[in-house]
């Protein structure tokens, strides 16, 4: 495959550097807590989870908080991956210390 962009690019999520036609393959632990964080405001706004939820554990009363940030997508996530496992865990650990501190409260 012949890539034609090589203009770097910046993760505004972590600051990792990349070429542009990478952009689509780049995963962070912040990036996909913002994406996650992204679903939760959505859910929120929809009343099926209160706004005061005050943590990542508690988001299961309502929904299944895994699928957030689009877990749920098998193409783009192996979770038979121990590092992807990791940037998982990582980026649950960043949405549940957001939400611990008020999330958009």
Not at 14 to 32: I, V
Not at 81 to 104: H, K, P, Q, Y
Request: aromatic share 6%.
């Amino acid at each position: 495959m012949t890539h034609t962009d090589d203009t770097m690019h910046t993760c505004p999520h972590c600051g990792s550097e990349m070429l542009a036609w990478q952009q689509g393959d780049h995963q962070c632990a912040e990036g996909l807590a913002e994406l996650m964080k992204t679903g939760i405001r959505a859910d929120i706004a929809a009343g099926t989870i209160p706004a005061a939820v005050g943590s990542f554990a508690a988001l299961h009363d309502y929904v299944d908080a895994n699928l957030y940030g689009g877990l749920d997508d098998d193409v783009r996530w192996d979770l038979s991956s121990n590092e992807v496992m990791d940037l998982i865990n990582e980026a649950t650990a960043i949405v549940d210390r957001w939400l611990a501190t008020g999330g958009d409260r």
